[in-house]
């Protein structure tokens, strides 16, 4: 007998003879029968115009190829918003478990302790980085944290308007708008500091719901959140915060400086590169919001017999009881990525935490230095800033730059996009970039200056 | 659970563990010079000590997840028959793709030259899902399917505004799930409400009443959420058609007709897929998923930017130059390493290979459906259920028993139970996916089992009560939970 | 504070509490102290002459590195026992779960069940693999396991020689050779045809205890195993197989052909190629000689509710009961690499195994017809092959030859190293090698013949 | 254990669960030319039927072992005091060196050209082996400790034939590792035993009287299997050079004096190292291991061929050029990613890293010792223990127990129990090693468990005799194993 074609079996164990007992048993003829009343019209005439299937192997070749027509060999001092931090291997040990990879929301808590407790230890050392006492489960990513941010605040203040800090990456602004149109909401954007980068505290009228910045904000500049905190609430409006985790090595938590609402993007905390996704975003208010809360929610309780145990709880503020009444409509959220920045998280511990971002920001000012004594080559910021800075180079077009750094081996970005800093380019600097990168990138920048412009 | 031991004993929260000066970490030695945070960064606030971490040693962290895991069900373990989320096995072929240098270690803003591995990808995978969904244009930013709706329904919006105005509502059938009002709440809809008929589909009579110059379009899954095929798909789409409306198919029941129809085919202008139940990308305790949204050609415009886009020369770019775009919904590019686990599920089973998948998924829930009609009898029994049905508990009630007892005491039989009380419009709905990686004696195993727990409903209800008795621990007090709030551990909490 | 120069507490977990709270208890005032009863004059004095170390990333970084000096980009047509079989994901999925990756052996069997049941089910399928009823539960590699089968043979017979095919391969011969030295046995090697590379069946005298040979042999030739099983027993002598594991999807059982004791390398069984280990050698025999095996055995019994489990059994012939009476000293085995075996071959399945030599056995043809169509390039011999072949090249140093089209992204041989075939190089091909590949290898191979002659 | 249903429920074998038919393997499509094996293969046997494996789907296969694994004990669940078995932590750093495809895809007869990084990683583990022992040259091919012994003594009976023959016998100590006579024994030796004196450590004098010129060494573990350190070791190897003889160096226990004494120094001429031990790579339920062998310069001429060498220009190579070579010992290299993974753990620690490793190995083994030693006193009080310590638990005789059935209870306290019975000079010996990597709570949890079940023996025998009650299954009958042998499973067994 010839070898049967590349046998493909997909993964359904049905072998003849279980097809056909199952058939007989549903009183069906065929496997078609079992999609016969549906009318012929919308049933699929024509095969499909997509290739035949592949074995693990040649599947696994040709991801392999397109794998290899990335870029990632490239030295990594790209920043906002996602960062080269090094993942230890004991995450993935832990998030491969097949327990917690390949199970699903724990609507059966008693099946489900496992991941319950674990999201209770996340929402507590969320808790802890932001300074505030409520955590949510986790969010999509930092950006529809901050749009679902902005709209816990509107429900809190009856309010519609958003004053944003232009300092806020643009992708979260997006994000925002995007999020703020359907409503009729309105996003202002206040301006930064040409000289400092920083988020001068804006008049505040009383449409406006929350004042929204980002701590560092987009060119890597750390905010005044406190002074941001007591004009917002002055006004009776909300400080939403979006917050780069680690900094919290160094920088007071916004929940400690006044802000109501922090939320922010996992990336940094043990999720790698993975272009971007999936990562998580986290979100973390004060007590008075806890109702208004996004997505899902774990609290401790005890069982028939009084032995401690967890539960999805405040079940009432979400899509699947209240519909269209819910805070939110979240539903599946990216607990396997929590899961992951609490592994990471209690990897580093609180002195690893510091001694994280003390290396981080010794590296940046390091960098700093040897980067602007190139020449051609300027801070385009003169605020402080802890790990990110953003550069403004003397060349016509910098994404140009940015592309030909990378052809020789430098990876550096994103260019800020608007506002006063536009054009210039951001570097980041995390504990894994030696003194020797930093010479290398400053050489090559050389090169690209001179030539470029 | 642990092989040796007490089954009950708790595992102590992390912080429970800790130690002052423990750690698991090690960082990197300082190679350039040390800075003093109070002078590098003059007049700002910093940290007096820092977060309250757990501090462990790496055995301690990694023993605590590994006992943690074994407090919880999943794929691996055993049947996972959750209704309405395709619980079916993750190939490791998708984490072996996930896990290539080449697409785990690229940046999100690497430039286009960098990424054209990763955008040719997406790429390919846009062809995959138009020819599968029948439809014309994709976004890949929606992190899961609620993400989806609500970008497909701010699509709609955005093309009734160009239009003549947004509209102001969304149709929905009462049987449909919670995040489609929600959906539809947060992108500024009314929601109104369409009844099902006696048989478990949309009344399409109603629904004729129900539509007018408001409405911006309506929500359905089909196979709805009863598995039931709305085999008048092609009235109640030509009901919208007369106003204007738009049709959104939401993706969460695909694995019923993959392969076999497509929601282009009846008449939807926009679907979103939903990769973590469809295409099998683990579902991770509740995420991440992947809910790309696909649209017809009039609503291609509208598509958060950027889209990928091809170049004559064959190279890609993302293209942000989308004048009539909806802006954006994710801050990067959506849950890559997600569609490429997805990508992966095609690339393995083929054109061919899905329509394999559908099929089975449909024969091992009707398997499993005619296995205990007699006993927990369908909802709406006067249709076929497509991969997963409703069943009614509510005979439970003769013994003082309700659908989560049984589900409870299956639990002490070693199966997760199904999807209960969703559908809202079925009394003691229980709605079971077996979905079609799962083997008949399994599914013997686990018709036996269901059966043999109504029996007990009759002679022993109590065995129903106290479930469960064989897990880590009882039924809990959901009450307590809400009225306490103990959303945190706290120093000193035992 | 400075920063903690990088942290490195090692894997210990004890802070200064409780090593000062420890040494109390243990009446101790410095660690020091614990070790103070050795003679100075034995410790060191003088810190070792090593680095200090480093962290996790620093480590992985440096090992990158080397791994980055190893040329595994060229596509991989060498043999010799290591074959590039593709190693399903499901594999690691398992060998990675904590439970089983560390444990240790199950001395406790009520609390390994699971490690013993694999075992269990590990023997049934090398049970099925030789067609012998007994296995035991694996030796280092399969050198060794001739080296051990030649002293189960010796024990049997109470005859010290051992008569070896000179087509077995040369590792495996120098290995017995080191075994059978210090016990005075005697290695005879037997020739084998020029022209068909088999081994012809020898006359054998009254000394021998065992007649050694492999399937397919060292040039991938099929031998005639059931005449040579025929010939040992006639001398009362056994025969001792080396079976390429996955040469039996096609070929009849050594077992089945009258083999006494079957031992082979586990590596193309889902181990990977590792530099040639870990991987597992396994050895399985007829009833008669049960008591002489070496190495773990489990067995089946009850519990004492006659519940089924798994325990190791016929301990007494081990080395930590026996001592200097034992079959063989061997303790630590290949477990791990014995299970990923088992889950290898039962996500091959019988179809997949089948189809899997039919796929080797096809390519092996092909590309054989497609390389000797190169000139200078000829089989080195005619006899029947299923997965390697041996290709005499028309060069002067045929190892000059290989190192030349490993530049050039080609991995054939080794080189056979002695015997009527002395020069010739082996080319395997498992169901990855492509036809392009093929094709692409050929080409190579006209370039180097002329260079190189 | 599964999170839910009964504890008690067997894992049906794989092939129990097959189906004719089922499978989980895809293979690459046939881009040849088939080819009927008759006709191939003429005259050759060819198999009527494929081998009986099993025929499960992927999902049936992970789930099964998924199943299995939760039936088993590790160091990742909790602790694992197995003496002489160093059952430290496993760090997931060396599993994701190992996974370096640069290192898990490189052929065994790649050039050496090919293999520069593999070669130059065994170059600079054997500098740190060297250095950590205080020898002189190394073989990497022993893939365990006992096949390390073998080596071992192999080296040391070329040596002996090159200098007036090989000599007859080999001198161990009673309280020695049954490897140590097994090997000797293999390696052709007559295996003479030398007696502890009362103090647990090798009586000198007796071994001055049996030293002779017929000896060829001396195997001997420092710390001894006791765990107590032969402090005369001066005077041991004395006494063998006296008649030139060699002493053999068993590294199982290298932990206790990690950094700190080296074998060298000692006067030890061949030394095997446990990287299974030692260097934390993960013992895998029974291995793989790695036993690389050190030797002294005078042995370093018959180490297995080949050896690592490096040339003029920094490249390596294997040296196969070694005329007074024993041969080989292993069909490849040895276990190369086994070392791969012990050069990690070397690495991260570092010189100064080792010594703490071994001074905290001590330090928990003497604070769980002083924990029970009014209990379970030590065999061998007269000198504190090193890394691992032997009680006696003999008194438990007066309640009609035994040492195993404080063991089996051990378990129904979530504990893996010691090493039992062994070393065999002491009476119910329980040999305990908690490694450097366990918490003082851990340790603290498990003396408290230990103290309770002695307490348990006084009072309440049967708990003793009835354990364990907690596991999947009780107390095994091993005597029915061994009389009736079923090995392998066949179709119809159930
Ligand atoms: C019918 C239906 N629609 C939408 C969703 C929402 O999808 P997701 O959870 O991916 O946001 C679900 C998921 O449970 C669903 O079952
Ligand atoms: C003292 C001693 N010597 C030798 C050995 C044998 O080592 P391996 O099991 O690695 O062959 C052991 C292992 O248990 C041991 O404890």
Request: with cysteine; hydrophobic share 45%.
């Amino acid at each position: 007998p010839p070898v049967p074609e590349a046998a493909r079996v997909g993964f359904a164990p049905h072998t003849a003879a279980d097809l056909q007992a199952m058939l007989a048993a549903v009183g069906k003829a065929s496997l078609d029968e079992l999609f016969a009343h549906i009318p012929a019209a919308l049933r699929l005439s024509a095969p499909l115009a997509l290739p035949t299937g592949g074995s693990e192997e040649e599947v696994l070749a040709r991801l392999g190829e397109l794998a290899a027509r990335n870029d990632t060999d490239a030295v990594c001092f790209a920043g906002g918003g996602a960062y080269d931090h090094y993942v230890p291997a004991v995450v993935g040990a832990v998030v491969s478990r097949g327990e917690l990879l390949t199970a699903y929301t724990p609507y059966q808590p008693e099946a489900s302790q496992g991941m319950l407790q674990a999201l209770f230890e996340y929402q507590t050392v969320i808790s802890e980085l932001t300074g505030l006492p409520v955590s949510n489960a986790s969010l999509y990513d930092g950006a529809s944290a901050v749009a679902e941010a902005v709209s816990m605040a509107a429900s809190a203040t009856g309010r519609d308007d958003a004053a944003v800090s232009g300092a806020l990456d643009l992708p979260t602004r997006r994000v925002l708008r995007t999020y703020a149109q359907p409503l009729g909401r309105r996003v202002l954007e206040t301006g930064y500091d040409p000289g400092s980068g920083q988020t001068p505290v804006a008049e505040l009228d009383d449409a406006v719901a929350a004042v929204v910045l980002a701590q560092p904000n987009a060119l890597g500049i750390v905010e005044d959140v406190r002074a941001h905190a007591r004009a917002a609430h002055a006004a009776g409006a909300l400080l939403i915060v979006k917050l780069e985790p680690t900094a919290v090595g160094l920088l007071a938590t916004p929940g400690g400086q006044g802000a109501d609402i922090v939320v922010g993007e996992g990336q940094p905390l043990g999720q790698g590169l993975q272009y971007g996704g999936p990562s998580f975003g986290f979100l973390a208010c004060t007590d008075a919001h806890v109702r208004r809360l996004p997505g899902r929610l774990v609290g401790q309780t005890v069982d028939g017999r009084g032995a401690r145990g967890y539960v999805m709880t405040l079940r009432p503020r979400e899509q699947d009881i209240r519909r269209e009444k819910a805070t939110s409509n979240i539903c599946t959220n990216q607990t396997l990525c929590a899961l992951a920045g609490l592994v990471y998280l209690a990897w580093l511990g609180p002195q690893g935490l510091t001694e994280l971002a003390r290396s981080c920001l010794a590296r940046a000012r390091h960098a700093a230095g040897v980067l602007t004594a190139v020449d051609g080559v300027a801070l385009a910021a003169d605020g402080p800033f802890v790990k990110e800075f953003p550069l403004r180079l003397d060349v016509p077009d910098p994404h140009a730059a940015v592309a030909a750094l990378q052809r020789q081996g430098w990876l550096v970005g994103p260019v800020v996009p608007d506002g006063p800093a536009a054009g210039a380019v951001l570097v980041a600097t995390t504990e894994r970039r030696t003194r020797l990168q930093v010479e290398g990138l400053a050489e090559a920048l050389a090169r690209v200056v001179k030539e470029v412009r | 659970m642990p092989v040796m031991g007490d089954r009950r004993a708790p595992e102590p929260r992390l912080f429970e563990r800790s130690r002052p000066g423990r750690r698991a970490s090690s960082l990197p030695a300082l190679d350039v010079p040390d800075v003093d945070p109070t002078q590098a960064l003059p007049g700002v606030e910093l940290a007096h000590a820092p977060p309250a971490l757990p501090e462990v040693s790496e055995l301690e962290l990694l023993r605590h997840f590994t006992r943690l895991s074994h407090r919880n069900h999943g794929i691996d373990v055993g049947l996972y028959p959750l209704g309405s989320c395709s619980m079916k096995y993750n190939p490791r072929l998708a984490e072996a793709a996930a896990a290539l240098p080449g697409l785990r270690n690229l940046h999100p803003w690497a430039p286009d030259e960098a990424a054209q591995g990763m955008l040719e990808l997406l790429a390919h995978l846009e062809r995959w899902l138009l020819e599968l969904t029948g439809l014309h244009a994709v976004t890949f930013q929606p992190a899961a399917g609620a993400h989806g709706e609500l970008t497909g329904l701010m699509l709609i919006r955005a093309y009734h505004e160009d239009h003549g105005g947004p509209r102001r509502t969304i149709i929905v059938p009462d049987s449909a799930h919670g995040t489609n009002p929600a959906s539809a709440a947060m992108c500024g809809y009314e929601v109104v409400t369409v009844p099902s008929g006696g048989d478990g589909l949309v009344d399409a009579d109603a629904l004729d009443d129900l539509v007018d110059e408001q409405t911006a379009g309506l929500m359905l899954t089909n196979p709805n959420t009863l598995g039931l095929f709305e085999v008048e798909i092609e009235r109640l789409s030509a009901a919208l058609r007369r106003v204007g409306a738009l049709l959104y198919y939401d993706g969460a029941n695909f694995n019923a007709i993959l392969g076999r129809v497509r929601p282009g085919t009846m008449g939807f202008d926009v679907v979103h897929l939903n990769c973590h139940k469809t295409f099998a990308t683990p579902h991770g305790g509740g995420g991440p998923g992947a809910g790309p949204v696909l649209v017809s050609e009039r609503l291609a415009p509208y598509l958060p930017a950027p889209v990928v886009a091809r170049e004559p020369d064959g190279t890609y770019r993302w293209d942000h130059d989308r004048p009539r775009s909806i802006g954006r919904v994710h801050g990067f590019h959506g849950n890559a390493v997600v569609l490429v686990r997805a990508y992966s599920y095609l690339l393995f089973h083929g054109a061919d290979g899905l329509a394999d998948v559908s099929s089975r998924a449909v024969l091992n829930a009707n398997y499993v459906a005619a296995g205990i009609a007699d006993v927990l009898p369908l909802a709406y029994p006067q249709h076929q259920p497509m991969h997963e049905f409703v069943s009614t508990g509510k005979d439970l009630k003769r013994h003082g028993l309700r659908v989560a007892d049984l589900c409870k005491r299956l639990i002490d039989y070693g199966f997760h139970p199904p999807t209960n009380y969703f559908p809202l419009i079925v009394d003691e709905a229980l709605m079971v996916e077996p979905t079609e990686t799962e083997a008949r004696e399994t599914l013997d195993d686990f018709v036996a089992a269901l059966r043999s727990i109504v029996a007990e409903a009759g002679t022993d209800p109590d065995l129903l009560h106290a479930a469960p008795t064989t897990t880590p621990v009882a039924r809990l007090d959901e009450a307590k939970a809400a009225r306490e709030l103990v959303l945190r551990w706290r120093p000193g909490d035992l």
